[in-house]
């Protein structure tokens, strides 16, 4: 007893510590108070220097975010005619210096959304809106990659590369991009994962960066410390790139945010998804224009970024610049101090029709009502020093001629080591690197099954007693019948080391798909999501198989058949949910063997050990478990059927 006790508290320590590590890994309160530690002494001084924000539109400059626009000839007939007038009216109406588009500019799937195509007519439609809007005349348009711009490329040169073509940059790779003003330069860096070749779907939804890539981003990076801020963008979010040593969210720490896609709210479940690194960094992902027609609109004020997430014909837009909200302070890189020396509430005022009011008021009181200086700012005075400890929350209603109203609201404090933490499932989404998590979940679980296995067909019987026997019984039944151990052994070697098929994983290329990685035209990607689709085949199908021919053994040796252990009274039930699940697992896999067929085609549906072998394997041991002879069992596994 005293042993059990000694067990259960060490074990209860080992979970409370590994508890603690991964609130503290994802607690971003104290990620600020890192970055308040890294502040050299040429940031401290930046921070209290003027100029300060007050009543004259000077030191500032906004630009546009949008993502995952998926211009597409099968779907949505609305997407291209929202998207010109967003270019047309909406940046007409914002005038951005600068608009980054960041990846997944079209959609490039068949008709039935399971293969992957690049059409030309997609990108011809996404350059036409471009160029009847003029957009490229009136802002400075940054148009980059995203993973399905690269699917079904072999080469950056191939002539399915339509991005070289039709895009408004036209840069292949990562780039740095210097914005000048009169009052100082801001780089731009784009971290371009891409995978090159470029597979179908699925197998690029991870990003990828080589070491040579990494050096490069190194090197925009030194560049960019001469620049009064950097903004880092991409495609993918940083836990879904694969990233050599030091890692990329280690390269962008002097950044004061990296701008992404790709992760399209998740199907509405996280329609906000913002975090901190642990340098300081905010990572902040947009939602997608595809369905939800979001767009970002940003500013330095000062140099200071605010933000506000906005969808697209939703009037007006507002973005308060100064006092910053609270919660993206980034006090390593931003000179914050500059806030507690301003002279005025500083508003950035949207609209297609004249904008008839702006109040302001700070904690419930009325400030005053903010006047227009000159083009989208509205001002109102204030005394900063009254605010000057704790938490306090500004709102702004605006009131256009159309008599539409908008109400913005975002805490602030003065204090640059008080501010509120982001989510811990959003957290959870952006910082952890998810291939990592999905490469041991696999090689436990492959492990695990296994490694079962082979310890039951390896140990000696002994007699078992209790809830648990019939269990022990059908392991050593399965384990000890040739056809079924082996047949399970070689599918989940194959699963965990073998080659899944092969196939035209890019059209015209063929290559072989592993757990570890897809092999295409000479090149190794390095397994990511193949990792979490091999989680899914174990968890789904791989092991519930074991299960399934386990119980049915089980129910074999006690003397029942197919038919009869239906007829029993109180089993019924139970015996046809188990069929049930076990009919509905074969078909899912058979499904999985039609869109391998339908993304890679017929010779990858055929050489296919753990899609379309392993269907017809399931099938024959499924039909031998209740069909074939019953297993021989030794006298000690007798003894315990009979107990």
Request: glycine letters at 6%.
């Amino acid at each position: 007893m005293l042993r059990v006790f000694v067990v259960l508290v060490l074990v209860g320590l080992l979970l409370a510590s590994l508890a603690t590590w991964v609130m503290d890994s994802y607690d971003t309160t104290l990620h600020l108070k890192r970055s308040l530690g890294q502040v050299n002494g040429g940031n401290a001084a930046k921070t209290t220097g003027p100029p300060y924000p007050g009543g004259e539109l000077s030191n500032i400059f906004w630009f546009v975010q949008v993502s995952d626009i998926h211009i597409s000839r099968f779907r949505d007939p609305r997407r291209i005619p929202d998207f010109e007038k967003f270019c047309t009216e909406t940046i007409d109406v914002i005038k951005p210096s600068i608009v980054l588009a960041t990846g997944d500019l079209t959609d490039a799937k068949t008709e039935n959304k399971v293969g992957s195509l690049q059409h030309e007519v997609e990108w011809q439609a996404y350059h036409n809106v471009l160029k009847r809007s003029r957009v490229l005349e009136r802002t400075k348009w940054i148009d980059i990659r995203g993973n399905h711009d690269a699917f079904n490329i072999a080469s950056l040169e191939s002539v399915n590369n339509y991005y070289r073509k039709y895009s408004a940059a036209q840069k292949v790779g990562s780039f740095h991009y210097i914005h000048t003003a009169p009052f100082g330069n801001y780089s731009f860096i784009c971290a371009d994962a891409t995978l090159t070749p470029g597979p179908k779907r699925p197998y690029n939804f991870f990003g990828i960066l080589r070491q040579d890539q990494m050096t490069q981003l190194a090197t925009f990076q030194a560049e960019s410390h001469s620049s009064n801020q950097t903004i880092w963008f991409g495609h993918y979010t940083t836990s879904t790139i694969i990233s050599p040593s030091p890692g990329i969210r280690d390269l962008m720490s002097s950044a004061v945010a990296y701008l992404c896609g790709h992760l399209h709210t998740l199907g509405g479940l996280m329609p906000v998804l913002h975090t901190r690194h642990s340098s300081g960094t905010l990572e902040l992902e947009l939602g997608d224009w595809m369905d939800n027609r979001r767009y970002r609109v940003l500013a330095f004020d000062h140099d200071l970024l605010s933000f506000v997430d906005l969808t697209f014909d939703e009037w007006p837009a507002v973005l308060i610049t100064n006092p910053k909200e609270a919660l993206y302070m980034s006090p390593g890189v931003e000179p914050l101090g500059r806030v507690r020396s301003s002279t005025h509430i500083r508003i950035l005022v949207f609209s297609v029709a004249p904008i008839r009011e702006v109040h302001v008021t700070v904690d419930g009181s009325p400030l005053g009502i903010a006047y227009p200086v000159e083009g989208p700012l509205y001002v109102v005075p204030w005394d900063p020093s009254v605010f000057s400890s704790g938490l306090h929350t500004i709102s702004v209603m605006v009131e256009d001629a159309a008599e539409r109203v908008k109400i913005r609201e975002q805490q602030f404090t003065l204090e640059e080591d008080l501010t509120p933490s982001f989510g811990f499932v959003q957290s959870f989404i952006l910082l952890t690197d998810h291939y990592i998590l999905g490469r041991i979940g696999f090689l436990t679980l492959v492990l695990f099954n296994i490694g079962l296995l082979m310890v039951f067909r390896f140990q000696r019987p002994v007699v078992c007693r209790g809830a648990l026997s019939p269990v022990y019984t059908s392991l050593h039944l399965v384990s000890k019948t040739d056809s079924f151990y082996y047949s399970l052994v070689l599918f989940n070697l194959f699963t965990a080391l073998g080659p899944w098929f092969i196939g035209e994983v890019i059209d015209g290329q063929s290559g072989a798909c592993f757990a570890f990685g897809v092999f295409v035209d000479g090149h190794f990607l390095e397994g990511s999501l193949t990792y979490v689709v091999g989680l899914l085949q174990l968890i789904f199908f791989n092991i519930p198989l074991n299960c399934y021919l386990c119980w049915s053994l089980h129910l074999r040796c006690r003397g029942s058949t197919l038919a009869t252990h239906l007829c029993r009274s109180g089993c019924r039930r139970w015996a046809l949910l188990v069929h049930l699940g076990m009919l509905l697992l074969l078909l899912w896999q058979a499904y999985s063997c039609y869109f391998l067929l339908e993304a890679y085609g017929l010779l990858a549906f055929f050489l296919s050990p753990v899609r379309t072998w392993a269907l017809l394997l399931s099938l024959l041991l499924v039909y031998r478990a209740w069909k074939g002879p019953i297993p021989h069992l030794s006298s000690d596994i007798k003894a315990s059927l009979a107990s």
